[in-house]
């Protein structure tokens, strides 16, 4: 009896390329940053959040769907960037309080806020994310 080696064995298990057909699917995600203040009205009575402070905002955009066999791609990272542009107008260097649908500003109602904004104009849109500091953040998925 023949005896295979090991890396016969392991070839023999391993698909050619012409008999599996690889998803196409892919996950983008986008980070942006911005600077604010906001309180949050909601916390307990004592709470320190209750107080006016800030933050430097990381929110990360997530959009899934096929490659394109045209282009190579999902979407160009500068449409991700483009059709978020002008909710980061309305964030950056501001008091979230004072935005229509943020008076109470908390990393969850942030996301949600943005997802509502933004799923209209990208409609792969699958998560948002947002993180107040690097140790924690909300993922919202609609």
């Not at 008999?19 to 203040?37: D, P």
């Not at 066999?69 to 979407?75: A, E, N, Q, R, V």
Request: proline residues 6%; hydrophobic residues 35%.
């Amino acid at each position: 009896m023949i005896q295979k080696s090991e890396e016969a064995k392991a070839a023999e298990c391993d698909p050619s390329p012409h008999e599996v057909e690889a998803s196409r699917k892919v996950r983008l995600v986008r980070g942006f940053t911005f600077e604010a203040a906001h309180r949050l009205p909601g916390a307990g009575e004592g709470h320190k959040c209750r107080r006016l402070h800030g933050h430097s905002f990381r929110v990360e955009i997530v959009c899934e769907g096929e490659i394109d066999p045209t282009t190579g791609w999902l979407m160009d990272f500068a449409d991700m960037r483009e059709k978020f542009a002008p909710l980061l107008e309305q964030l950056d260097h501001r008091y979230l309080n004072e935005i229509d649908g943020l008076s109470n500003p908390t990393a969850e109602n942030l996301a949600r806020w943005i997802w509502v904004r933004l799923r209209p104009v990208l409609p792969c849109l699958t998560q948002v994310s947002v993180a107040e500091n690097c140790q924690g953040r909300c993922e919202y998925r609609g």
